[in-house]
């Protein structure tokens, strides 16, 4: 198989796994006034209502069954996920631990494993840098 983009390496299959577990999701300031603006809330209500802090982050509260507070079969504020969740699996950390791709793919069936590194790095950076466009 060539390996060109990031349809060869990565197809959600919508289980909800990168929904669940510990970790958190951090919400940035605009990520917190889309969702706001979604739930037809204020920001700070948003934040009292749906996130716990991670230091002095923010990030989005789980529910009792591990679950994002926002997951209920699907995401239930797909058209404005926080940046993190749009990102899935093509993380930052991957540039500098490629190696973590692997880690990811052993939770995330959508995953392919064993990319050569260089050509894993390409991809994650072209698809961060669409993310930022």
């Given at each position: 198989?060539?390996?060109?983009?990031?349809?060869?390496?990565?197809?959600?299959?919508?289980?909800?796994?990168?929904?669940?577990?510990?970790?958190?999701?951090?919400?940035?300031?605009?990520?917190?006034?889309?969702?706001?603006?979604?739930?037809?809330?204020?920001?700070?209500?948003?934040?009292?209502?749906?996130?716990?802090?991670?230091?002095?982050?923010?990030?989005?509260?789980q529910k009792k069954n591990g679950f994002c507070i926002f997951?209920?079969?699907?995401?239930?504020?797909?058209?404005?996920?926080?940046?993190?969740?749009?990102?899935?699996?093509?993380?930052?950390?991957?540039?500098?631990?490629?190696e973590n791709w692997d880690a990811m793919a052993n939770s995330?069936?959508?995953?392919?494993?064993?990319?050569?590194?260089?050509?894993?790095?390409?991809?994650?950076?072209?698809?961060?840098q669409k993310l930022m466009a």
């Amino acid at each position: 198989m060539l390996i060109k983009n990031s349809n060869n390496i990565f197809e959600c299959q919508q289980c909800g796994k990168c929904c669940f577990g510990f970790g958190g999701t951090y919400v940035t300031k605009k990520d917190i006034n889309k969702i706001a603006e979604y739930l037809n809330i204020t920001p700070g209500s948003f934040i009292n209502q749906f996130c716990d802090k991670s230091g002095t982050k923010n990030i989005l509260t789980q529910k009792k069954n591990g679950f994002c507070i926002f997951f209920d079969k699907n995401c239930t504020i797909h058209p404005v996920k926080p940046y993190m969740c749009k990102a899935w699996p093509f993380l930052k950390t991957i540039l500098k631990n490629p190696e973590n791709w692997d880690a990811m793919a052993n939770s995330c069936k959508g995953m392919k494993k064993q990319i050569p590194h260089k050509i894993l790095k390409q991809i994650v950076l072209m698809e961060i840098q669409k993310l930022m466009a």
